[in-house]
């Protein structure tokens, strides 16, 4: 990714786009620009349909994902699904990827300039995947892909074309399970941009 240093980083993310899934992955897979991917076993990727009605886009892959190469296939993930079931989406309504995509150590949260490195391929995700709905899990999504600016939970805004949201990271449900409700409440108040 090394490219996009001091380039226009449209035109990196209309290249990457360009190019299709398949290119798109295997320079995902080789990039080298941070540390993190020294200490990553798997590059995490995305999983989930290509043709999405709802993006999720997460923070980035913990200690399974990073085993497996599938995001959100832990613990999470677990909770991630029970959302996906309480929203009513089927396997070919949505796809999940993450901000950063290889994983941090100790999962820390990844540095704003991990960040920085890795949205050219969250964009081109996005761009390729062309989602009617961008659900962030969480602060850091929201970081990576709005930058400086920052959203109510659960308020929806238009960007692109797409609504975008931002309600609690599954791993909220599993820590604070008093988000639980909570969550399900900005689910519920939003239905109408998926259903």
Known sequence: MGKAQGTDISAVVEEMAAAGFGNLEETILQCADCALREGAT???????????????????????????????????????????????????????????????????KPLKSEIELCRPFLLAQIRMLDPEVIILLGNTAEEAF???????????????????????????????????????ALIDKNRHLWE
């Open 146 to 184: 709005c930058r400086n600016k920052k959203l109510e939970w659960g308020v929806p805004k238009v960007s692109g074309g797409m609504n975008i949201v931002k309600i609690y990271h599954p791993a909220a449900m599993i820590y604070q399970r008093s988000r639980i409700e909570e969550q399900k």
């Open 42 to 108: 798997n590059p995490v990727i995305m999983k989930g349909s290509r043709t999405p009605r709802v993006l999720f886009i997460g923070e980035a892959p913990g200690k399974t994902e990073d085993m497996t190469g599938i995001p959100f296939s832990g613990r999470a993930g677990k909770k991630l699904d029970e959302m996906i079931g309480y929203m009513g989406l089927s396997a070919e309504d949505y796809a999940v990827i993450n901000a950063v995509k290889c994983r941090p150590p100790k999962n820390r």
